[in-house]
C-alpha cells in the first residue's frame, strides 16, 4: 500500500519535503512509486534465479547417484561418508554437462538468465555451455541458508583450475560470503570461535575431526565484509590457510583486514608434510 512505501522509505531516512503545492506532490509519488516497482521487479528476478539454484542443485545431487565413478573418488580419494556427502549436499557435473542448460531452457528460462546466475558460460562462436563439467559440486549457502551459487572442486588433477566459483551476481557476492557458515554458527555457542579455512574441502575435512566450527573463504582474500560477518558470532577467529607460500601471504593479508575491524585472529598451522587441512 501506499502507507506502506512511504513507511519503508522513512526508515531508509529518506526525508523528503512536502508542501500545499499539488504538482510537487504527485512528482514525490511517482518517485515512490517508480522506486516500489522497481524493488518488486528486483525481488522477482532474485526469487527466479534462487529456483534455477534450487533445480541446478537437484540435477547435480542426482547426477551423482548416477556416477560411480564419482562416488567411489568422495569415499576413496576424499575418505567421506555418505553422511558426510548427503549432509553438505555435494553432486557431481557430469562432462557434458549442457544436459542442465537444455533441463533449465525447458523450464522456461533465457539462455541470458544461465549466464546471469553463473551456471552457464558463452563460446566464441556464441553457444552456450555448462560452467561446470566433471566436477564434485559444493552448493554455497549465504549465512542465512539460502542457496546463492556453487563451487566445484576437479575430480582429474589435470584439470585447472582445482577449484571453480560462481561468479559474482545478483545473488552471490564471494567478498561477502563465507562457505558453511549456515552450518557452522549453530556451533559457536559450543566451541565460542571459528576457524577460516580456504576451500569447500577443507571446511568439510575440518569437520570430520568433530568440529563443526570451520568457513570457507572460497579461495578469495578476507574481505571487510568477511570480518564483520564473523564478529555477528565470535571475537574468537582463528585462520589456517594451505601450508604454502600463497598460503601465508593470505594470513598475513587477513590479519590486516581484521587488525583493522578490533579483531584479532590467531593463526593455526600444519604439519609440515601437510599442505591443506584436506589432506
Not at 104 to 117: M, N, P, R, V, Y
Not at 224 to 236: A, C, D, G, S
Request: net charge positive.
Amino acid at each position: 500500500t501506499w502507507s506502506n512505501i512511504s513507511s519503508f522509505f522513512n526508515r531508509k531516512k529518506y526525508y523528503l519535503y512536502w508542501s500545499t503545492c499539488t504538482p510537487r506532490k504527485n512528482n514525490v509519488r511517482r518517485f515512490y512509486e517508480k522506486a516500489a516497482e522497481e524493488c518488486i521487479s528486483q525481488n522477482d528476478l532474485k526469487e527466479k534465479y534462487k529456483l534455477m539454484l534450487r533445480i541446478a542443485q537437484q540435477y547435480f545431487v542426482d547426477e551423482l547417484g548416477k556416477s560411480a565413478a564419482s562416488q567411489q573418488y568422495l569415499r576413496e580419494k576424499r575418505q567421506l561418508s555418505q553422511e558426510s556427502i548427503q549432509t553438505r549436499g555435494l553432486g557431481y557435473a557430469p562432462d557434458a554437462s549442457v544436459w542442465l542448460i537444455k533441463v533449465l531452457l525447458q523450464k522456461g528460462f533465457t539462455e541470458q538468465d544461465c549466464l546471469s546466475i553463473g551456471l552457464a558460460r558463452k563460446r566464441d562462436g556464441g553457444d552456450i555451455y555448462g560452467f561446470y563439467r566433471n566436477r564434485i559440486t559444493f552448493p554455497i549457502y549465504d549465512h542465512m541458508g539460502n542457496l546463492v551459487g556453487f563451487g566445484a572442486r576437479a575430480i582429474n588433477p589435470d584439470d585447472q583450475p582445482k577449484y571453480l566459483n560462481s561468479s559474482d551476481s545478483p545473488l552471490y557476492d564471494k567478498s561477502k560470503i563465507l562457505y558453511g557458515l549456515s552450518t557452522a554458527k549453530s556451533h559457536v555457542s559450543t566451541y565460542d570461535k571459528l576457524v577460516v579455512v580456504e576451500w569447500y574441502m577443507d571446511v568439510i575435512g575440518f569437520s570430520r575431526l568433530w568440529y563443526p566450527i570451520a568457513v570457507g573463504t572460497c579461495g578469495t582474500s578476507m574481505t571487510p565484509n568477511h570480518v564483520k560477518l564473523l564478529k555477528r558470532y565470535t571475537q574468537n577467529i582463528y585462520f589456517l590457510f594451505d601450508n604454502d607460500p600463497a598460503g601465508i601471504q593470505a594470513s598475513v593479508r587477513a590479519l590486516k583486514v581484521a587488525y583493522q575491524h578490533d579483531i584479532y585472529p590467531k593463526i593455526l598451522t600444519l604439519p609440515a608434510e601437510y599442505k591443506d587441512v584436506d589432506e
